[in-house]
Structure formats: C-alpha cells, structure tokens
C-alpha cells in the first residue's frame, strides 16, 4: 500500500482498524460516522501568511493531545450497546493523519467500557479495552505506542502520532495497588485518581461530600510515583485535587477541564486547584467535549469559548503550565453524552448551569481539526512562536521529562 503524505509531513498508508481480519466472519461490522467533514465545523480564518506560519510551527515543534479518544463511533446510535460490548473499537486512523499530532493521550473507552457490566470501570474491561486497541495499533506502523520520550521524539521526526495510552481513573485497580505495575507493563502511563464517582482511591466530582485522598490514595499516588505514571485529577473532587497535588513527589496534570471562575461547575477546576497545580509544577489542558469550557461572554460552546479558558488560565498560572486536552471523538460526540448521561454523571458536571445545547463544538469537533485550528487561532491572536510552541506541546513534554522512567 502506497504511504501518502499528508499534513505536517505525517506518512499515513491507508490503513483502517482490523484490516488484517475479515469483518462478518472474525467480528460484526457496524456502519461508522465519519471521520472527516462529517459536519459543517469551521476552519478558524487566517492569512495566507497566517496559515504558512501556523504549518511552520507544525512542522517544527511537538504538538501533544493531553487528552482525546481517537476511536470512530458508530452513526446510529441503535448500534451503540452492542459495539460497545465487543470492546473493539476503531480508531480514526485518516482523521489521526490530519490531525497534525505528534502524540495524544487517549483515554481509551474508560467508564464506558461496558464489555461485561452496565456499569464500566471493570478491571476485565480494562484490560480487555486496552489490549484490542494495542492489538490493532500493532498492525501498522502510523502510529505506534508512546511510553518514554524517546518514543514522542521519534515519532514527530519519522512523521507518526504516539499514542499514549491512559485512564481517566483508577477505579479498576480496586484495593490492590499492584496493580498500578501490572497497567504499567501493559503501557498505561498516565491515570486520572477518581472519575465523577468515588472510589478507594478518593472522591469524584460528583460526590457531594469531597473526603479527599484516602489512604490507599495516598499509597497509589506513591506508587504511580516510583512507576513513572504521570498523575491526572480532571475528574476528582476539589480536596481530593489538592490532597494529590500535596502528596505527590513529582508534577500532576489536569489533562482536560477549564477554569470554574469563568464557568461555575464542578467540571472545572477553581483557581485554589490551580494556582496548587502550577506551584508544583504541573500543567492543565484545556477541555472541549461539548457544553464543558462554556463563558459568560460565550455561552454557545465553540472555539471562542474554550480559548476564552486557556487565555483565563494562562493569565493566572502562566503560560508554561497549560496545554490542550481537548477530549475530542470522530463521530456524535453530543449523542455519546445524551446516551451515557448518568454513566458519565453529566448533570452534576453541569450542575444547575443553563446553556444552549450544541450539535457539536463549532472549530474544535474532532481530533483532526482541533490542534490545527487552535494554532490558527493563537496565530491570529499574535501570539509568540515560543509561547505557541509551550502551549501545544512544550509544557507537556517537561513534565513528562520529571514523571516519567528513563
């Protein structure tokens, strides 16, 4: 198959997820939405001169998703349950190509991971989802697993995407930290403490009352230290944040929220959380899975909205602690939230807040558009190449420099 370029130089040959199997006889095949122009999202207007520049610093700094879910979901939602019970989900492989990623924590299928419960977060489900996906990604050579620095570096200089395989939480590991080991030998190397529920680990933005980082929280913290895990709290409760912040030895991420001054749920992070985040060196990627990073100023979520947050946040903590993590999907990703609202708590991450509803994230709807759009707009706001070069990839990567092992 021949390999196209495409852009920012990536080498993609065409492949499609499970091509080495023969659909109908090794699996069910179901009717995917599209990857690309699926809806009518705008390209942020910029220059001719604009765009040369936003394609330079494409092309000559590392750009890191802190956090997306690059699958393909169906596009009838009737198919939902049922291709979610074979854990064998696709990812967007030409939508990757144009994405102009050089890596991308993906969060795999996470708490709607419903293999063999209702209810998600299984560690046979785990385990299952993350070998399919690993199992896929094996047999082609675009994007390849990313577990040190070396593997990110590598990747942006052969013209591939790392994926970085990850969990928003670490309710699957139950009350047995070791299990910590056993997900980082798979090539887990980033995990999130709690989802919106509580778990051994500490409490979810759901719970009422935040008790905090439980003791075995505290030990699992330690543990993700000395592992080289790298530690996210996008999803937990406000004291359970801080209690994580304080505890662990090396910087955290908030791999995808936004500022809760400008938008008053617990979705998103208040100042206290972040000013503590920065002060030990972490970095916070700013979210966009619809009718999160809304404002004021604008309350129809679109690309406005969600710079509106990074430009808040930068201000506050400083540009070399945010990032992008924008959560982002090919396919309905409004529809995926009506259809697992309780399984993904979205009434209490939005709380009593009233907004207009969106059929997608207008600049920022997928993963293909998202990281190339957000440059443009920063283009089109002068900002530095420098601080541009921070932003998408820099800040992330100094982390990892102290998280992770070798």
């Not at 443009?376 to 900002?383: F, I, P």
Request: net charge negative; hydrophobic share 40%.
């Amino acid at each position: 198959m021949k390999t196209t370029e495409t852009r920012k130089g990536a080498k993609y040959a065409g492949y499609r997820s499970f091509q080495y199997l023969e659909p109908g006889t090794d699996y069910r095949e179901f009717e995917l939405a599209k990857e690309l122009d699926r809806v009518p999202s705008r390209t942020v207007e910029v220059s001719a001169s604009q765009e040369d520049r936003v394609q330079r610093i494409l092309d000559e700094h590392v750009a890191v998703s802190l956090h997306d879910h690059c699958f393909v979901v169906p596009q009838d939602f009737g198919d939902l349950a049922e291709y979610r019970r074979q854990g064998r989900d696709f990812t967007g492989y030409a939508g990757m190509a144009q994405s102009g990623l050089d890596a991308v924590f993906d969060c795999l299928m996470d708490g709607t991971a419903t293999i063999t419960s209702k209810a998600g977060w299984k560690w046979d489900d785990i385990i299952y989802d993350l070998g399919m996906r690993l199992s896929d990604i094996a047999h082609q050579d675009f994007i390849v697993r990313g577990e040190t620095l070396a593997d990110i570096k590598r990747a942006k200089e052969n013209g591939q995407i790392a994926f970085i395989a990850s969990l928003e939480a670490a309710t699957a590991i139950e009350n047995e930290v070791d299990r910590l080991d056993i997900l980082y030998g798979l090539g887990i190397r980033s995990s999130g403490i709690a989802y919106s529920e509580a778990n051994t680990l500490g409490s979810g933005l759901k719970e009422a009352r935040d008790g905090g980082l439980t003791e075995f929280g505290r030990q699992a913290v330690r543990r993700m230290n000395k592992l080289g895990i790298a530690i996210d709290v996008s999803h937990s409760g406000d004291q359970t944040s801080l209690d994580t912040i304080e505890v662990s030895e090396r910087p955290i991420f908030i791999t995808h929220a936004g500022a809760r001054s400008l938008w008053d749920t617990r979705r998103m992070k208040p100042d206290e959380v972040l000013r503590a985040m920065a002060a030990k060196g972490g970095v916070i990627g700013i979210e966009a899975a619809p009718h999160t990073t809304l404002t004021k100023k604008h309350p129809k979520h679109s690309i406005e909205s969600y710079m509106e947050h990074f430009e808040y946040c930068a201000d506050l903590i400083g540009i070399d602690h945010v990032a992008f993590g924008p959560d982002t999907l090919f396919g309905d990703h409004v529809g995926l939230h009506h259809y697992f609202a309780k399984q993904l708590s979205i009434r209490s991450a939005h709380g009593t807040q009233q907004f207009e509803e969106v059929e997608f994230v207008d600049g920022i709807e997928n993963p293909a558009e998202a990281f190339p759009n957000i440059v443009r707009w920063l283009v089109k706001h002068d900002y530095s190449d420098g601080d541009i070069a921070k932003a998408i990839g820099g800040n992330v990567m100094r982390v990892l420099d102290e998280v992770w092992f070798p």
